[in-house]
């Protein structure tokens, strides 16, 4: 087991992080009875499935111990799903091992207070509870704190047992603690059925880009005439998802040949050469018509991202198309989601131009001076691969003007990079949504509030279903001074892909409206949100110290100046309020008014 340690005079730096602490139990008893297969086996996990996870949830192994390892993340979401992929994954890996013989791990995660070291190491507060909620998991379980789990109990589609207030040893105050308890269903696999006549015996090769099928929803209803509404919706996300041209998908006469069968995906994923698969089913009760749906990775057979809609069946063609349309928005994001994660696996120069587009997108959403410059690099090498790649010329565009707004680009040749890449955007595609938004930052970087709002409205009359083009129009109407229709926007990008990769952005646009509106602890409170899950952005620092100082948390708006100035040494109130992109004169001064309130120089 880790053991908490105690913060060193020789600290560097204080910062909040989410902690994940494992060991693996009974390692001594293992270890005695046969440790050089334990060792073996354990080191076999930690180069198959413990790292590449932690790597592909951006986790950073702060130390290792025999048996054990403590990491830090950079969100508490980020921690939970690595934790839960790690444990359902010694499910599947320990099936067929007799008990005494199985690897299993604990797992404690806690958002704390922590001392980071010049070294890297960590130490504090922050570790110790980590560390000792770990000590009391059970096997195959993840405790967490209630800091840790107030962060994820929306996100969370498992069991959690509500442990109460414990205390724990050599931590000072009794702490409410709750244990997840996964892997359960992963112990039961379906069995892999025989190929259909005139089905391929191998493997079909996947595509060069993303892959999907969309399978026949069930009819759960007791009504057979339900089969034709449910058959509907089918088609309609087969077509709409057809219309992506990043996505490859099958057409309706291949995934209707599993109508009414027991299907196992992984199966599916091997006959049509596919990904992804997308099931669901239909539900009817009085007036009232539930739809289901979920995405699975045919590889792993992981649930990627699941939902529910309810409607009434009145205007049966209105329901049918408002789930298409939220199925749509969500799923699109969270296939590039995961594309961006199996692509981070690979080396630099193994990647195709998909590849390096979307992982591109994910050092993007990261904004960070490093992150942007590197995306640029990475779609660079998708142009280069395919001269004609509208995204990547219209994402290219959006990293040089991010750039810019933020300081980190000379502005005349970064705003030339933009607008040339703006310029063979559009030549390879008239309506390239990521284009669009190029020219809302250029015309934001301007406070040109009409010539905003009119790029945002394009991407999304381009891309209907792009929760990111929403949210950056609700977040042009919050600049120029309008929050209501911001919020409306806003709610629509988040309602569209509720776990969206900009998903800190939305918190930010968030905090824009109600600061405008004058809710200043509102504001603060999506700031601080947003600032866990991008503790490297300076914006939800000027805009979570400013609305703490004139929301009177004084205090708060000290300590969040205090991290700004390390991220922007020699940043002003003056300089804030002269670039900030609110609209209005007197919005910026407000802004400014809270910074040095908060003590920020003038």
């Known amino acids: 087991m880790l053991q908490p340690q105690e913060v060193s005079s020789m600290a560097e730096s204080r910062k909040l992080a989410a902690i994940l602490a494992a060991d693996v139990v009974g390692f001594s008893r293992l270890a005695g009875a046969d440790e050089d297969r334990t060792l073996a086996r354990l080191r076999a996990l930690r180069s198959d499935l413990i790292d590449p996870t932690i790597s592909v949830h951006n986790g950073r192994v702060v130390k290792r111990t025999g048996d054990g390892l403590l990491v830090e993340f950079r969100s508490v979401v980020e921690a939970v799903r690595c934790a839960i992929e790690v444990q359902n994954g010694m499910v599947e890996r320990n099936a067929g091992v007799p008990p005494e013989r199985r690897i299993e791990f604990r797992v404690g995660i806690h958002l704390g207070d922590v001392v980071e070291e010049s070294d ?204 298409t349309a939220r199925v749509l928005g969500a799923i699109a994001p969270k296939l590039q989601q995961a594309e961006s994660e199996r692509a981070s696996r690979k080396a630099p120069q193994n990647l195709d131009a998909w590849e390096s587009f979307v992982r591109a997108m994910s050092l993007y959403s990261l904004h960070s001076n490093s992150s942007t410059s590197e995306a640029i690099g990475m779609l660079d090498r998708a142009i280069a691969l395919d001269p004609s790649y509208a995204q990547a010329h219209g994402l290219r565009a959006v990293c040089f003007a991010w750039r810019v707004i933020q300081g980190w680009e000379n502005r005349d040749t970064a705003f ?27 015309a934001a970087s301007k406070r040109q509030d009409s010539e905003i709002v009119s790029a945002y409205s394009q991407a999304v009359e381009a891309s209907p279903n792009f929760a990111y083009a929403h949210g950056l129009l609700g977040a042009a109407h919050a600049l120029g001074g309008r929050p209501d229709q911001a919020i409306d926007c806003i709610d629509r990008a988040v309602r569209l892909s509720p776990r969206d990769i900009f998903g800190d952005e939305y918190h930010l646009f968030y905090a824009f409206a109600h600061f405008q509106a004058g809710r200043y602890a509102e504001a603060a409170a999506s700031a601080e949100r947003a600032i866990q899950q991008r503790p490297e952005h300076p914006v939800l620092y000027i805009m979570g110290a400013a609305a703490n100082a004139l929301a009177g948390e004084i205090g708060k708006s000290r300590e969040l100046i205090g991290q700004l100035s390390k991220l922007v040494p020699n940043i002003s109130a003056a300089d804030i309020e002269k670039t900030f992109p609110y609209c209005r004169p007197e919005d910026r001064s407000r802004l400014a008014a809270g910074l040095r309130a908060g003590g920020l120089s003038a």
């Open 120 to 323: 890297g190491d960590l130490m504090g507060d922050g570790v110790n509870i980590a560390a000792r909620l770990e000590g009391i998991a059970l096997p195959g379980a993840i405790c967490l704190s209630e800091d840790a789990y107030r962060q994820v109990r929306s996100k969370l589609d498992v069991t959690i047992r509500d442990l109460g207030e414990t205390k724990l040893k050599n931590i000072a105050e009794p702490l409410r603690i709750y244990s997840l308890q996964v892997g359960i269903a992963a112990q039961a696999k379906p069995v892999a059925q025989a190929a259909a006549p005139g089905q391929p015996a191998v493997p079909l090769a996947l595509p060069d880009k993303p892959s999907i099928a969309v399978l026949p929803f069930q009819n759960m209803s007791d009504d057979s005439t339900q089969d034709h509404f449910a058959d509907g919706i089918v088609e309609d996300i087969i077509t709409a998802l057809a219309r992506l041209r990043w996505l490859f998908v099958i057409a309706r006469n291949s995934s209707f040949t599993y109508k009414d069968k027991a299907v196992d995906v992984k199966q599916v994923g091997r006959e049509l050469g596919v990904r992804y698969v997308l099931e669901g089913s239909v539900r009817k009760s009085g007036n009232r018509m539930r739809i289901t749906g979920q995405l699975v990775d045919t590889a792993t057979g992981a649930h990627l991202w699941a939902d529910r809609f309810d409607g009434a069946v009145e205007d049966i063609f209105e329901l049918q198309d408002q789930v």
């Open 416 to 442: 030339a990079e933009a607008a040339e890449s703006i310029r063979r955007a559009f030549a390879s595609d008239a309506h390239e949504p990521w284009a669009f938004i190029a020219q809302g930052f250029i």
